[in-house]
């Protein structure tokens, strides 16, 4: 059963930089496309940013530049470190296997103005 557990979100103010984590067990997680997803209140989900297996990358224009995904294939973990991070940014951050129904249970992100 594969399992994803975030953590790593906050509360931080405009401008500041947090870094979030997510840990995979009971899949081959190297052979895996991993994504990031967000959803702030009222709003649908929506892609983040992702990284394939061979560690190619994709953003969603509202954060190419700011946000970095990556990767850690050794101990099973993609991060996302979020920086110069804006109050539109607020929203609950999950990581997803791309492709399957598998999805964490979230981190709250909150940045103040």
């Known amino acids: 059963q594969v399992r994803l557990v975030e953590s790593g979100g906050g509360l931080v103010q405009a401008g500041g930089s947090l870094r979030l984590s997510c840990e995979a067990s009971?899949?081959?997680?190297?052979?895996?496309?991993m994504g990031w997803y967000r959803q702030a209140p009222g709003n649908q989900r929506e892609l983040v940013a992702t990284?394939?297996?061979?560690?190619?990358?994709n953003y969603s224009d509202f954060v190419k530049g700011r946000f970095t995904i990556s990767r850690d294939n050794t101990r099973r973990m993609i991060y996302l470190q979020m920086n110069t991070l804006k109050p539109e940014d607020t929203a609950v951050y999950s990581c997803?296997?791309?492709?399957?129904?598998?999805w964490g249970q979230g981190t709250q992100v909150t940045v103040s103005p």
């Open positions: 009971g899949i081959s997680f190297g052979l895996y496309d």
């Open positions: 997803t296997v791309l492709g399957t129904s598998a």
């Open positions: 990284i394939g297996d061979g560690g190619n990358t």
